[in-house]
């Protein structure tokens, strides 16, 4: 699994590399360093270049991998635009990836809100996030540095369980293909709960 999970990386920095953008770093909101570009992933420094892509100290070559160079060869010049957030469900082409949504990216996150929200300022600033209005409480934190997340959480109460919602700038899909959205709040929803020790 993992071998085709390389692959697939290496087939898209191929496809990146053999024709480039001249502004990819701008479209990236990456630093370049020499054929490398540097920016943030999953709350972590993230390498790109022609060999693979290194996020923290070791290689990925698994789906954030794939998130990651589908993300680059989607790079667009366009700005991050949060507002009016969208939910999963608004997203066109969405609906094959409903069910997987809620219960990867959402549903997974609720029976930890308590612990969430005891640890939402270190989820923030690994994440570059911010908390935000909504919810009981909400953060919004940036998985890539043109996409950035809305978690609205609501606390348990004697008549209802805690639950979570996943919002998405308005305009991610200009930078990540639906399959690749849905994948991107899966792994950041087990980033958060490696974070509570979840």
């Not at 898209?12 to 054929?35: E, F, I, K, Q, T």
């Not at 911010?130 to 909400?138: E, I, S």
């Not at 609501?154 to 399959?179: G, R």
């Amino acid at each position: 699994m993992t071998d085709n999970y390389q692959k697939i990386v290496q087939d898209n920095l191929r496809r990146l590399y053999a024709a480039p953008p001249p502004d990819l770093d701008v479209r990236l909101g990456a630093h370049p360093d020499g054929d490398a570009f540097i920016f943030d992933a999953f709350g972590e420094e993230c390498r790109l270049m022609p060999a693979g892509i290194q996020l923290g100290d070791g290689d990925i070559a698994s789906v954030p991998g794939i998130i990651v160079s589908l993300y680059a060869l989607c790079a667009a010049p366009e700005t991050l635009v949060a507002e009016p957030w969208r939910s999963f469900k608004e997203i066109p082409n969405s609906m094959p990836y409903w069910g997987a949504f809620t219960s990867h990216t959402e549903q997974m996150l609720a029976p930890y809100v308590a612990a969430i929200h005891d640890k939402a300022v270190d989820i923030c600033r690994v994440f570059r996030g911010a908390r935000a209005l909504g919810g009981d409480f909400a953060l919004v934190i940036h998985p890539l540095p043109k996409i950035a997340l809305c978690y609205i959480f609501y606390q348990a109460d004697e008549e209802f369980p805690a639950t979570v919602n996943c919002l998405f700038s308005h305009n991610a899909n200009s930078f990540l293909p639906v399959d690749g959205l849905a994948d991107l709040g899966e792994y950041s929803s087990k980033k958060i709960l490696a974070m509570v020790g979840g």
